[in-house]
């Protein structure tokens, strides 16, 4: 059966998740304005290393979510969360999300303590950087035995800060199936070429592998699950920063529309202003809803199912954000369109992630598949009204 009742103590963030919020906002405020975002996003690595040395030192961001046992603070994915809608506001440049999410989580999906042992303290600590190359395009990468172990040839595409990354996390199609490989700082063989892509913020790059020599990770046919479990952590990732980019949007109109004046009046007493503006905030919060849900489930799979959890907030949190950017770049007329203005960085962003990992169409069919609405549009449509009634 199809639940809609959802407790809302799950959406409520604790004392310490508050405070936690309190403390990265002002030190984010200082550390990424809109100048530093770009001189970080131009300089050799896309990121300040001192930053991410700080945030990863001072308060701890990059083991919010990892046990104790590795180096983490042993919270969940809900702690982690608001640091990404934090990272979100600002746009910070840092690899918390190819680093903390995806390489992260699919080390703790997979059953291998050895790899876990090995790379996850360096992660905790801020001494590694990681990402996950061929999972959104499974099969463009093989592996094959060689004399003195597993090698990798293929590219991925695309792959979210690919071109820096120590430690790189590779599908790949094996002899006995799809399997997992590690690909470490000192590995050789493998060009790393930088895409050039709308989010400067962002960086992406393509990998090509020739003849590289790589460890395995975890055991063969675990491979499927591992990268469904990470995409899924993905999506809600960057369903959270999305948050972070409509309430920086709302807050900047907010200010903009008071002090702004037209016919000897702030612009903001204009019914219509207000009305965009409650428009907004209303689909910005619906998005908060299912975003904070898909949390809640990544955090304890007993809440509801993960899956539907992350493509619901996806295509919610697209479709706010979407719309707060466009609001952003609008309100401020001539000036918004300005390479030089602060939203224009946010459109970029806002415009990348909406394919990130899938359109809000690709989430649409997706959700449609796993809640059994198949057939015509009339099927669905009946489908989705009788399991709303259930």
Known sequence: MFQLDVDPELLRETEEQQQLRDVLRAFLAEACGPEEVRKQAAGPRGFDQQLWDRLAGEIGVHGLALPEEYGGAGGSFRELAVALEEAGRVLCPAP???????????????????????????????????????????????????PDGWLLRGEADFVPDGEGADLLLVAALAPDGPRLFACGPAAGDVDRLPRRVLDPTRRQ??????????????????????????????????AAE??????HALDALLKFVVHR???????GSFQAIKHRLADLLVEAEAARSASGYATACLADPEVGEVRVAASAAAVACSAAHRRAVAE????????GFTWEHAAHLHVRRARADEALFGTADDHRLRLAGILGLVGGRGQVVDRVTTRLED
Request: with cysteine.
């Open 96 to 146: 918390l999300l190819s680093t903390v999410v995806l390489a992260a989580h699919a080390l703790l999906a997979c059953g291998d303590r050895g790899a876990r042992e090995r790379w996850l303290p360096g992660i905790a600590t801020g001494a590694l950087t990681a990402t996950v190359a061929g999972f959104l395009h499974p099969g463009t990468v093989a592996a094959e035995r060689g």
């Open 205 to 238: 790059a393509l990998l090509r592998f020739r003849g590289t020599p790589v460890e395995p990770v975890g055991t063969a046919g675990e491979a499927p699950c591992v990268v469904a479990a990470v995409l899924d952590a993905g999506r809600t990732a960057l």
């Open 242 to 247: 999305k948050l972070g980019g409509c309430a």
């Open 261 to 267: 004046t037209q016919f000897g009046r702030p612009i």
């Open 328 to 335: 952003y770049v609008q309100f401020h007329g001539g000036i």
